[in-house]
């Protein structure tokens, strides 16, 4: 058994508390590689803003769980080496077994998600308490999620939205003890979320609803990233052949982050930034072989856009 306390990490529970009484969000970047990591402490420190490291089920299988450990504790004192030790909290996203969120748990998670959306309410809701009571023992923070959204991201995947009932979450709270909500209201899992000439629009009113019904808990918004179109351009320019796609307008989601949301997932936004970087290498430089070469390039854009998004979608630049 590892504690993350020992790595230096922290859970959710005080970033949180700090994110809905001074109106931002804390960042949940997605990493499974040296590049995505150094670009997120680098943009977070620079930025003095706190992030949660995200990882999926299936960036843990690509890494190594082993690896990760060493890898967050890395980011703690690489952070302090970049002159300011920024809140490091180190998430399983999408976690869909009890046996997954205990491993994690046990490898120095600070935070864990149990996803049972899938399943009938009340199985949702006794697996997720379960997690719950097994997580508090070593005050691992616990996020729960209630409805579906569409899309597909890693082994995440569903063809359309099922928004969260409102009338269900007090009940949910309650029963499970989780420390935050992931909701559906309208963001979506992967690139491809929505056509052009469709008209994303996330539902603050069952948001708002939901803050009603438990006032002062965290909320969660997954697939919340924005597809940046010039982003897209400059893939398709280099020979990529990604399809006309839109995601969820950033205005949209600073207006959320006012809210009770206090934590707002980004990953596909950030796999675009690098993949445009590697193309345009590898494009104009073809004899280019050293993977420095592509991957720093694509580090650095993912910096640029990660600070961005700290600074103008989630309110969260000074915050640390």
């Known amino acids: 058994m590892i504690s993350y306390k020992d790595l230096g990490l922290v859970n959710s529970r005080e970033i949180f508390a700090k994110a809905m009484k001074g109106g931002y969000a804390i960042p949940a970047f997605n990493f499974n590689n040296m590049e ?29 769980q082993t690896l990760l450990r060493y ?24 976690g869909d077994s009890f046996e997954l969120c ?45 409805g579906v959204l569409a899309g597909v991201e890693d082994e995440v995947s569903a063809e359309e939205h099922i928004y969260t009932k409102p009338d269900e979450v007090e009940d949910f709270v309650n029963k499970t003890g989780v420390d935050s909500l992931a909701i559906s209201i309208g963001t979506s899992h992967g ?5 052009p000439g469709q008209k994303p629009k ?19 918004l997954h697939g919340s990233s924005s597809v940046p ?63 420095r070469k592509y991957l720093g390039p694509a580090r650095d854009k993912l910096k640029e856009l990660y600070k961005h998004k700290v600074i103008n979608v989630l309110g969260s630049n000074d915050k640390a």
């Open 36 to 64: 995505q990591l150094q670009a997120i402490i680098q943009a977070c420190v620079e930025t003095r803003s706190p992030v949660i490291l995200q990882v999926s089920s299936g960036a843990r299988k690509y890494a190594n």
């Open 71 to 94: 890898m967050a504790q890395g980011a703690v004192e690489y952070a302090k080496e970049l002159g300011y030790n920024i809140p490091i909290v180190l998430h399983l996203d999408h």
């Open 102 to 146: 205990k491993s994690c748990i046990e490898f120095g998670f600070s935070s864990v998600m149990i996803d049972g959306s899938h399943l009938p309410y009340d199985e949702n809701v006794a697996l997720t308490r379960r997690v719950v009571e097994y997580a508090h023992k070593y005050d691992v923070t616990v996020e729960g999620e209630l």
């Open 191 to 195: 690139a491809f979320k929505f056509k």
């Open 202 to 220: 996330i539902r603050l009113d069952i948001l708002y609803e939901i803050e009603k019904r438990i006032p002062g808990f965290p909320i969660v």
């Open 229 to 291: 179109q010039d982003i897209v351009a400059e893939i398709n320019k280099y020979g990529g052949a990604l399809k006309d796609s839109i995601g969820i307008p950033e205005d949209q989601l600073r207006e959320a982050a006012k809210s009770a949301v206090c934590k707002i997932n980004i990953d596909s936004d950030g796999r675009l930034a690098m993949t445009a970087a590697v193309r345009k290498v590898l494009t104009e430089k073809p004899a280019e072989f050293d993977p």
